[in-house]
């Protein structure tokens, strides 16, 4: 069982950053890869990034690629998300998320096991 708590959103301007943490609980972090994944209103939730086991392996959606960089440290049992150049569209409940692989070093883009609160994040124009 893992239980995972998101800090971090806000309001902040068009072309502004932010950065999100995840924290995790359990002795076990280093089995799961890790996602930050987000949902705006009327929308479904959707894939933003993932980070492998080791950190080695990064994945984005189209949408946030160049302006999001994810990352964890895994003594701390911490998941990041760095967020540049914010849009409006960016504006959205962010969930951090953590699926089990064991051995595998993938940064996969579903099949999560579990899952935080989710944290605000607005984007004004």
């Known amino acids: 069982q893992v239980q995972l708590v998101e800090s971090g959103g806000g309001l902040v301007q068009a072309g502004g950053s932010l950065r999100l943490s995840c924290a995790a609980s359990?002795?076990?972090?280093?089995?799961?890869?890790m996602g930050w994944f987000r949902q705006a209103p009327g929308q479904e939730r959707e894939f933003v990034a993932a980070i492998s086991r080791s950190g080695s392996s990064t994945s984005y959606a189209e949408s946030v690629k160049g302006r999001f960089t994810i990352s964890r440290d895994n003594a701390k049992n911490t998941v990041n998300l760095q967020m540049n150049s914010l849009k409006p569209e960016d504006t959205a409940v962010y969930y951090c998320?953590?699926?089990?692989?064991?051995?595998?070093?993938?940064?996969?883009?579903?099949?999560?096991?579990?899952w935080g609160r989710g944290t605000q994040v607005t984007v004004s124009s």
């Open positions: 359990g002795r076990t972090f280093t089995t799961y890869a």
């Open positions: 998320a953590a699926r089990w692989v064991l051995y595998s070093d993938s940064s996969p883009r579903d099949k999560y096991d579990y």
